[in-house]
C-alpha cells in the first residue's frame, strides 16, 4: 500500500513540475507565472481540484511517443472565487509550448461541459504556442470541439477568458467567443497571422506587440476588455470581475452586504451639468457617486471612450451601466461606441444584469467615415440590443437626449421601465441652432432673427417637459437624489417578468 501511495506521490510531484525547472525559470523569467502559480493566484487558497493530472497524448509521430509529460499542457479542475464555484483550464507553456494536442482539447472541454452541467462560470488561462504540430488535424480537430463548446456555453454560464501569452492563428477564436478577454502588457499578444506573414503578403513591418498585444487590442480593435501590468494583477482583477456576475443563465448575480445608504443624497450633482449646454462634464462623476461605496468596475475603458460600461453595486446588486461621455466626442454616438455599448448591454441581458443607462448625447457622429463604416448597421445594433433586453431598465437623461439617439438610449419606446430626467435635460429632434436653420431658412441673412428663433426653440423644446407631457419621462427628479430615486426604481423592479415572442433566435444586425 505505501508504494502505491509512495508511486501517486512522485507521479503528482512529476506532473506539477510540467516541462521541468529549466522551462519554468525561463517562464519566471520572461515575467510570467506558471499554469499552477496563476490558478492558485486566480482561487480562494486551497480550493482547487485538478481533473485529469495524468492524462498524456497519444501521438506516436515524430518519436513524441517518447515523450508523454502528464497533463498534456493544461492544468484543469474547478475551485472557489471568494466562495462561489468556477472552472478553470490554464495552458502550461513549459509543457510543449502549451500546444494544444487531442488531449489537451478533450481536457477543456470536459471542464467545460461540466461547467455548462452545473451552471458555473468557466475561465479559461491561455499561453500557448497553437496546434501541436506533430499532431496536425487531431489538434484542428480538438480545437473545433472547443469553439462548439463555447458556442454552446455562451449565454448560459459566463465565460472568460485571459490571456498571458502567445494566442495566434485560429486559437484566438475561442477567446474571441468569450464575454470577456483580458491581456498582460508586454507578454501577452493576438493575432490571426503573425509579423512575418503580414510582412510577406502585406510588406507591413509590425512587432509582435504593435500587432496583437493588449494595448492594440484595448485601444484599437477592442477585441480585448482590459489590459493589466502583470498576471498577479489580472488575476486579481478576474477574481473582482467574477464578484459581480451570476454563476449561470439561471441564476441572479450575487448580492453582497452593503454599507452605503441607498437614500445618500449628494448636492454636488445639481451643479454637475453646466450652465453652458456646450461645455463637458466628467459622467464618470455621475457613476461614481451613484454606486455602491464608489465601486465601478468599467468594461473596455481605452476603447470608444465616448461610452462607458460597466458594472456598479446597488444596495449590494450587480447593475451595468451605459453612460454617454460627454467629455469625449461630446458623448456622440458612433460606430466605435455602438457595437461596445451594444455587446454589454446583450450581456447584461444573457445573465439577468438591470441595467442603468445615462443619457447625454447630441446624436451619431456624421462623416464619410462612418456611413462607409456602416454607422446604420452598427448604431442598429444598440437600438435592437436595448429593445430585446427584458432585464429591468431604468434611465436618467442628465442633458442632451437628441434624433434618433435619444431613441437608441434605453428610451421609453424600448420598453426602458422607468425613464427619468434632470431639470437639464433637452429631449428634442435635434439641438436649437440646428432646427432653426432648417425651419427659417428664410431668415438665415439676418442673424439678428436667427438668434430670436433660436431662443424661442430652447425655451420651447431644449427641457425635460414637453417629453414628460407625452409620458416618455416618467418623471424629472432632482439630480441630488438621482441614487435613491434610481435604487429605488431596481427595487421595484425585482420580480419584472417579460417574454418576447417565441422565436428560434433574432436576426441582430451583424
Ligand atoms: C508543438 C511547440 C509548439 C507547437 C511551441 N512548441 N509551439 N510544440 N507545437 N505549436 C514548443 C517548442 O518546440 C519548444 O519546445 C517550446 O514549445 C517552447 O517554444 P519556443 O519556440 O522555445 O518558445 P518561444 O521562443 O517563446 O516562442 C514561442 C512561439 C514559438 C512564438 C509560440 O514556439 C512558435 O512560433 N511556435 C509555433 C507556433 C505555430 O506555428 N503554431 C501552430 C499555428 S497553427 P522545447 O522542447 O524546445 O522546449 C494553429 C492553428 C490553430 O495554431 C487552428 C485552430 C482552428
Not at 464575454?179 to 507578454?187: R, T
Amino acid at each position: 500500500m505505501k508504494d502505491i501511495l509512495n508511486e501517486l506521490e512522485g507521479r503528482r510531484s512529476a506532473a506539477r513540475l510540467g516541462g521541468g525547472q529549466k522551462r519554468i525559470d525561463s517562464q519566471h523569467g520572461r515575467g510570467k507565472l506558471t499554469a499552477r502559480e496563476r490558478v492558485e493566484l486566480l482561487l480562494d487558497a486551497g480550493s482547487f481540484e485538478e481533473f485529469d493530472m495524468f492524462v498524456t497524448h497519444r501521438c506516436t509521430e515524430f518519436g513524441m511517443e517518447n515523450q508523454k509529460p502528464a497533463g498534456d499542457g493544461v492544468v484543469t479542475g474547478w475551485g472557489t472565487i471568494n466562495g462561489r464555484m468556477v472552472y478553470v483550464f490554464s495552458q502550461d507553456f513549459t509543457v510543449l509550448g502549451g500546444s494544444v494536442s487531442e488531449t489537451h482539447a478533450k481536457k477543456i472541454c470536459k471542464i467545460m461541459d461540466m461547467a455548462v452541467e452545473n451552471g458555473a462560470p468557466v475561465i479559461g488561462i491561455n499561453d500557448s504556442g497553437g496546434a501541436r504540430i506533430q499532431e496536425g488535424v487531431d489538434s484542428l480537430a480538438g480545437y473545433g470541439e472547443v469553439f462548439q463548446r463555447n458556442i454552446q456555453a455562451s449565454g448560459v454560464v459566463p465565460q472568460i477568458s485571459v490571456i498571458m501569452g502567445p494566442c495566434a492563428g485560429g486559437a484566438v477564436y475561442s477567446p474571441a467567443m468569450t464575454d470577456f478577454i483580458f491581456m498582460v502588457k508586454d507578454s501577452s499578444y493576438m493575432f490571426v497571422t503573425g509579423p512575418d506573414v503580414v510582412k510577406t503578403v502585406t510588406n507591413e513591418h509590425v512587432t509582435a506587440e504593435e500587432l496583437g498585444g493588449a494595448g492594440t487590442h484595448t485601444k484599437k480593435s477592442s477585441v480585448a476588455d482590459a489590459a493589466f501590468e502583470n498576471d498577479v494583477e489580472a488575476l486579481a482583477e478576474v477574481r473582482r470581475l467574477v464578484d459581480f456576475l451570476p454563476l449561470n443563465n439561471r441564476a441572479k448575480p450575487p448580492k453582497r452586504p452593503f454599507f452605503d445608504d441607498p437614500a445618500r443624497i449628494e448636492t454636488s450633482l445639481d451643479t454637475l451639468v453646466p450652465d453652458n449646454p456646450n461645455q463637458p462634464y466628467d459622467m464618470k462623476e455621475l457613476i461614481l457617486k451613484i454606486a455602491d461605496e464608489g465601486d465601478f468596475y468599467e468594461i473596455q475603458e481605452d476603447f470608444a471612450k465616448n461610452i462607458i460600461s460597466g458594472f456598479i453595486r446597488l444596495e449590494g446588486q450587480t447593475v451595468g451601466v451605459v453612460a454617454n461621455q460627454p467629455m469625449v466626442l461630446a458623448g456622440v454616438l458612433d460606430i466605435d461606441s455602438a457595437r461596445k455599448a451594444a455587446r454589454f448591454v446583450r450581456f447584461c441581458d444573457c445573465f439577468d444584469i438591470p441595467i442603468l443607462t445615462m443619457v447625454d448625447v447630441p446624436g451619431f457622429l456624421p462623416g464619410t467615415s462612418q456611413e462607409y463604416g456602416g454607422v446604420i448597421k452598427h448604431g442598429a445594433k444598440l437600438l435592437f440590443a436595448y429593445g430585446e433586453a427584458t432585464v429591468p431598465k431604468v434611465t436618467v437623461i442628465t442633458r442632451k437626449a437628441y434624433g434618433g439617439a435619444y431613441v437608441v438610449m434605453a428610451s421609453k419606446h424600448l420598453r426602458a421601465d422607468f425613464n427619468y430626467a434632470w431639470p437639464t435635460a433637452e429631449v428634442a429632434v435635434m439641438g436649437a441652432k440646428g432646427a432653426t436653420e432648417i425651419i427659417h431658412r428664410a431668415d438665415l441673412d439676418d442673424p439678428k432673427k436667427i438668434a430670436q428663433h433660436t431662443k424661442d426653440y430652447e425655451d420651447r423644446f431644449a427641457n425635460p417637459f414637453v417629453a414628460s407631457e407625452r409620458g416618455f419621462i416618467d418623471e424629472v427628479i432632482m439630480p441630488h437624489s438621482t441614487r435613491k430615486r434610481v435604487a429605488r426604481a431596481f427595487a421595484s423592479l425585482r420580480n419584472k417578468q417579460t417574454q418576447m415572442p417565441w422565436k428560434k433566435h433574432d436576426n441582430i444586425p451583424l
